[in-house]
């Protein structure tokens, strides 16, 4: 097993052509927030196709911008696919590629209060937000199926879209409309205690605490408010509301419908008799770094365990397969090569904190990551996988036992 960390830009990758079994990536999504370290790509125009079926392109221009900054979602889109592009070269014919992305709501991003000292977001880069001129105020963008349908004219294969599902989110600020008077200060002050003392229990920053708003009893002998929280008169406030947003797309794409996938190891990951469904609730990470938009190793465990190899053929690189009957793995090639068969290959081009690199070693197989930024492959990436306790522990399940005819 090895692993390999590069700096660079995921729409130009060091890598030859077909050369993974499988890319796992979360990229970053549009009009939400900033990064740490330089960001900006020289990115090329082109023509857009929107989706299938679609003759009349849109003209992007080129930019300097970093990816989900752009100023329009086409844009954000059309990078994206330039991406996409890249990763069909570097994927093999039989591989999978699964795109964790999310929505964004027209005028969101920028939250200029949560920035400041006790706010949702303090000690991350501030990010100004987008307002697009033909979307509605709060409009939800779209991105997800935007981007997808764009992918589908560009050629890939939408086989899926499995759901991570989170049982512990960020709180927004969807109230709707109601009679209420002013918060007094002893529920700010007891606020802020309350963070606090999570932060020094959980031993995480501010931003990894996710009770910020969680439920705050007031001071009982508060000369303000006499223990009841609230100051001056009740008055109208007319806010917005919907659902707690609490899940994200994975998109699975393929080359077509020849792709390898396991679905005995993916069964036994997922620790179920039947074919394993598209919801995940993965558990959540400990995960105390500086990167601001993480997803727990436990997420891509059983999309890796399904789609890379733990045999290939040493020469081709072909994945080889299971007996039903004896529970073996056979090649699939014709290489009928006598070495002993190779670990398969992850690929992450937007690596972050390294939960990929976590995930692909705990299931024995290689992987390699690729960031813009040195600041985070060097302060969270490269620790957080040295720190990693060594593969080992799945060995003793009996698809991990290095079963071979």
């Known amino acids: 097993m090895t692993g390999i960390m590069a700096q660079g830009t995921a729409h130009a990758m060091p890598f030859p052509d077909k050369h993974f079994h499988s890319v796992v990536t979360s990229p970053p999504y549009y009009g939400l927030r900033a990064y740490h370290g ?152 007891r606020r802020e205690a309350s963070i606090r003392e999570q932060m020094a229990e959980q031993g995480v920053e501010r931003h990894r605490v996710y009770r910020k708003a969680g439920d705050i009893e007031p001071d009982p002998q508060c000369p303000k408010c006499g223990g009841s929280g609230c100051v001056g008169d009740e008055r109208l406030r007319q806010g917005s509301w919907r659902h707690t947003r609490s899940y994200e797309q994975i998109f699975m794409l393929t080359k077509g419908m020849g792709y390898f996938a396991d679905r005995a190891m993916a069964k036994m990951v997922m620790q179920t008799d039947a074919n394993p469904r598209d919801i995940l609730r993965p558990a959540r990470s400990n995960y105390k770094g500086e990167h601001f938009a993480t997803y727990p190793p436990s997420l891509v465990v059983p999309l890796i365990a399904a789609t890379v190899p733990r045999h290939a053929c040493p020469a081709c690189g072909k994945a080889w397969a299971q007996s039903t009957i004896s529970i073996r793995y056979r090649p699939t090639c014709s290489c009928d090569d006598p070495r002993e068969p190779v670990a398969g290959r992850v690929l992450d081009p937007f690596f972050g904190s390294g939960s990929t690199a976590l995930a692909a070693e705990e299931l024995g197989v290689d992987w390699a990551g690729l960031d813009i930024s040195r600041q985070y492959l060097r302060e969270e990436a490269a620790v957080r996988v040295l720190k990693r306790t060594p593969v080992g522990r799945l060995d003793d399940l009996p698809l991990f036992g290095g079963k071979l005819s």
């Open 38 to 189: 330089e960001q900006d790509v020289e990115w090329p125009g082109g023509d857009l196709y929107p989706m299938p079926g679609t003759y009349l392109p849109v003209l992007i221009h080129e930019m300097k911008s970093a990816l989900g900054a752009e100023e329009f979602p086409e844009d954000y889109v059309w990078h994206m696919v330039l991406i996409c592009r890249e990763v069909k070269r570097v994927l093999r014919d039989d591989g999978v590629f699964w795109l964790n992305i999310a929505d964004s709501y027209n005028g969101s991003g920028g939250a200029g209060g949560d920035y400041n000292e006790g706010g949702l977001k303090e000690g991350q880069p501030k990010y100004p937000g987008h307002h697009i001129e033909y979307l509605t105020a709060g409009d939800a963008i779209g991105i997800p199926w935007r981007l997808a349908f764009a992918l589908q004219a560009d050629g890939w294969t939408l086989r899926g879209v499995p759901l991570w599902v989170k049982d512990s989110v960020m709180p927004e600020p969807v109230d709707g409309w109601r009679f209420a008077p002013d918060a007094c200060s002893c529920m700010t002050d």
